[in-house]
């Protein structure tokens, strides 16, 4: 037999694994090991690189999980400020930075929810087929101790979750330089390919399973019903903002759950199931899209899961079985807050959180 030496990089690699090569002539090549297993010594080789690409592809992993994870909520800079002084300040950084200030109210004395766009965000939503959920994000500050914290929904996170043409990146970076970025929070992060189809569990709604609000003679006197109607106030539903999307007969509007039946009061949804600080309070207000004559909403088992996604199931505590009255409260007091035409019921059940 014909010995060939092997490389001494091969060569240190393989005395790593206690393996001494010895390649043959004859009928073939073969590799000897000190164990007495024989295999081809090409095979070997191969085996050699893969062990060698494996810690390589776990920092990619890794390194991707770290970028492509996405957190529902961003807290900004707190301020050491009243809350009303924090809110006009805001406001005129938002301004200032080329967001428009669609709307604001206080749900709670130590709580303003501020609702914003911008021309790149309507663009986005414009480019998407029921786009009008993504038209608006909202910006929450709450007065605690004598500081005021900021948070915010993280417009990445509701790009994907709510299947918009872009992912927002623009609008995140504007955002963290007029708001800050201390960090994100609300839950463990998630992948754009789990956001873009988020279920929470089978048999829940996905944002294709919107609710029926009703219909209405016509996209104008749609908007002139549900406008007037949501000003009123009626059954504790208010209008917060309303934003037309470009080039569309499609109309969203931001509303103020406050009604008096728990079920269907946005801040006390959130109390329910959140105790921290800063509390997750950009959530609201909730949205109602007029899409032609027809009027939807996200149903909650979709859209509180969408950012309450860790929330359990079942338990003591905060859970989703605790909110299991509130899809179909949320959904009789949205339809009869819109005075809408409501001809069947094939979207929705009489069943809350944990009917599958």
């Known amino acids: 037999m014909k010995q060939k030496t092997v490389s001494r990089r091969m060569g240190a690699l393989v005395s790593v694994f206690g393996e001494v090569f010895r390649t043959e002539t004859g009928q073939g ?8 297993i024989i295999i081809e010594a090409g095979q070997m080789i191969k085996l050699l690189r893969v062990l060698l690409l494996l810690p390589l592809v776990f920092w990619l992993q890794q390194s991707y999980a770290a970028e492509g994870g996405l957190q529902p909520f961003i807290e900004g800079t707190a301020l050491s400020t009243s809350l009303g002084d924090a809110t006009k300040t805001v406001v005129a950084a938002l301004e200032k930075g080329g967001f428009e200030v669609v709307g604001h109210y206080s749900p709670l ?3 303003t929810i501020i609702s914003i766009t911008s021309p790149v965000m309507l ?8 786009g009008g959920y993504g038209a608006a994000l909202s910006v929450a500050l709450e007065f605690v101790s004598g500081k005021t914290f900021l948070s915010y929904m993280n417009p990445k996170y509701v790009a994907n979750g709510y299947r918009l043409a872009s ?17 994100s929070f609300g839950a463990k ?40 109607r949501l000003r009123s106030g009626a059954d504790g539903v208010h209008l917060v903002y309303q934003i037309k999307i470009p080039g569309k007969d499609e109309v ?15 801040i006390k949804l959130v ?16 949205e109602v899209v007029l899409k032609d004559r027809n ?9 509180m899961a969408l950012f309450f996604p860790d929330l359990p199931m079942m338990g003591s505590g905060g859970s989703f079985f605790s909110l299991r009255g509130a899809p179909d409260a949320i959904k009789q007091v949205l339809r009869k807050a819109l005075g809408g035409t409501v001809i069947s019921d094939s979207n929705g059940t009489n069943n809350g959180f944990g009917s599958f």
Do not use: W
């Open 29 to 36: 090549r073969e590799c000897v090991v000190e164990n007495k």
């Open 295 to 303: 009027a939807e909403a996200l149903n909650l088992r979709f859209r």
């Open 123 to 130: 663009k986005n939503a414009a480019a998407t087929d029921r």
């Open 189 to 228: 992060p998630r992948t754009v390919a789990d956001l873009r189809g988020y279920q929470y569990s089978f048999g829940m709604e996905t944002f294709n399973d919107p609710m029926d609000l009703g219909s209405f003679k016509g996209f104008q006197t749609g908007i002139q019903q549900i406008t007037s």
């Open 252 to 266: 969203v509007f931001g509303v103020d759950l406050a009604s008096k039946n728990p079920d269907a009061n946005g």
């Open 109 to 111: 004395k130590n709580v």
């Open 271 to 286: 109390n329910t199931v959140d105790s921290g600080i800063p509390h997750r309070y950009a959530f609201l207000p909730y």
């Open 167 to 183: 992912d927002n990146s623009e609008v995140a970076q504007a955002l963290g330089v007029i708001l800050g970025n201390e960090k």
